[in-house]
């Protein structure tokens, strides 16, 4: 009798999308009379490759019963069989995740921005190999007021599909929908008034307040300056104005980042009477 090794090959390669192939075996023997070409392969030739692309084990499938002893000096062969494997292992790749970006100027109405870009620095690894996994809410960036409006998703929203790749490193570019201030024209007109002289005193107060944009209401525009500003006083004929300017008025709109104030003047006007005098 003769004992025989069948060490099957094996062969390890990084994952790189190509199929990959080991075939064949080493032989020993412990009777060197007994030599490999005794020892006929009588299997199929597929039994005796091992192929494979995808991360993973695979084997040669031939077995003590693919053999046939050849020597009739040895009547009894026994062979064991060591295996070994083809092995694929996974490999590392690198994304960019590129939140989208939106510039808008205020105009009342909602914005919005979704979605990102995709870069791998593997082109065997795909956006569809990284499923989104957060809430839809996280990928919208939405707002109304001027500001900077981010979606929320970070590297943890996202799963690796495909087996192929053991360790996906994410770097997420940030970026923002934007909504940018704009500019108004308002027009101030001071209130006026026209009396007959009677020797009383008379005033006028207050403006009418105008703006270019329906957004820019009265109320953005806030009056500093103090109540007797906005008041014009008289007895005697004459003209009396408010003394306020355009610096007098402050914005409290940050929609609107810029604030072009023309000033209308109108006044308290006293007009002189006619009076008859007989002497």
Same mark, same amino acid.
């Given at each position: ?28 023997? +412990? +009777?060197?009379? %007994?030599?490999?070409? /005794?020892? !006929? ?44 494997s083809l092995v694929i292992k996974p490999i590392t790749v690198e994304v960019t995740i590129t939140k989208?970006?939106?510039? #808008?100027?205020?105009?009342g109405t909602a914005k919005a921005v979704t979605g990102y870009d995709f870069n791998s620095n593997n ?24 500001? !900077? ?5 970070? !590297?943890?929203?996202?799963? +690796? ?8 490193? @994410?770097?997420?570019?940030? &970026? ?11 027009? @101030?007109?001071?209130? $006026?008034?026209? #009396?007959?002289? &009677? ?6 107060? $207050?403006?009418? %307040? ?8 009265? /109320? &953005? ?12 006083? $008289?007895?005697?004929? $004459?003209?009396?104005?408010? !003394? ?9 709109n940050p929609n609107f980042d810029n604030v072009e104030i023309t000033i209308v003047e109108d006044s ?7 009076? #008859?005098?007989?002497?």
């Amino acid at each position: 009798t003769v004992e025989v090794t069948i060490t099957k090959h094996g062969a390890e390669h990084n994952y790189d999308g190509t199929a990959k192939a080991v075939t064949g075996y080493d032989f020993n023997s +412990n +009777n060197a009379l %007994f030599v490999r070409d /005794d020892l !006929k392969f009588i299997g199929a030739e597929a039994d005796s490759i091992a192929t494979g692309t995808e991360v993973g084990k695979y084997g040669m499938t031939f077995t003590k019963a693919s053999f046939e002893n050849l020597n009739p000096n040895f009547s009894d062969v026994t062979i064991k069989i060591v295996e070994d494997s083809l092995v694929i292992k996974p490999i590392t790749v690198e994304v960019t995740i590129t939140k989208h970006g939106a510039e #808008h100027n205020y105009d009342g109405t909602a914005k919005a921005v979704t979605g990102y870009d995709f870069n791998s620095n593997n082109a065997l690894f795909v956006r569809d190999d990284l499923k989104f996994i957060g809430a839809e809410a996280d990928s919208i960036a939405t707002g109304t007021e001027v500001g !900077k409006y981010g979606m929320t998703f970070t !590297k943890a929203s996202f799963e +690796n599909l495909n087996p192929n790749f053991s360790d996906v490193t @994410i770097k997420i570019v940030e &970026d923002s929908l934007v909504i940018k201030p704009i500019t108004v024209e308002v027009t @101030i007109t001071k209130h $006026g008034a026209e #009396h007959n002289y &009677d020797g009383t005193a008379k005033k006028v107060t $207050g403006y009418d %307040f105008s703006s270019n944009n329906a957004l820019f209401v009265r /109320d &953005d525009l806030k009056f500093i300056g103090a109540g007797a500003d906005s008041i014009a006083t $008289g007895t005697l004929v $004459g003209k009396y104005g408010m !003394k306020f300017d355009e610096t007098y008025f402050e914005n409290q709109n940050p929609n609107f980042d810029n604030v072009e104030i023309t000033i209308v003047e109108d006044s308290l006007v006293i007009k002189p009477v006619a009076v #008859h005098v007989t002497i």
